[in-house]
């Protein structure tokens, strides 16, 4: 069964960073796209970032400029640097693993809180 476990969640100031981290299950380079979704209280889930196994990138418009996804194919993980925090980012943040097979792994969930 695959898996994905994030790490690096916390309570942060506005204007601050932080940096999450996702580990997935599985044979290096058997992940075909990485992916970052946010819910916050009362909203949907929402995609939050992207990358390929090619190092293609997306992001939601509300992030572009502030964030960034990096991974690493050899050990199936992926971050995320969240610069220039808003009190409109705290949400439950997810990492996604969609494998060349066509399976997906979803992580339990880091929250990330921006309060002063």
């Known amino acids: 069964q695959v898996q994905a476990v994030e790490s690096g969640g916390g309570l942060v100031q506005p204007g601050g960073s932080l940096r999450l981290s996702c580990q997935a299950s599985?044979?290096?380079?058997?992940?075909?796209?990485m992916a970052w979704h946010r819910q916050a209280p009362g909203k949907q889930r929402e995609l939050v970032a992207s990358i390929t196994t090619y190092g293609s990138a997306n992001y939601a418009d509300f992030v572009k400029g502030r964030f960034a996804i990096s991974r690493d194919n050899a050990v199936n993980t992926v971050d995320l640097q969240m610069n220039s925090l808003q009190s409109d980012d705290t949400a439950v943040y997810y990492c996604?693993?969609?494998?060349?097979?066509?399976?997906?792994?979803w992580g339990q969930g880091t929250l990330v809180t921006v309060s002063s």
């Open positions: 996604n693993a969609h494998y060349n097979t066509g399976g997906d792994a």
């Open positions: 599985g044979n290096p380079f058997s992940v075909y796209s």
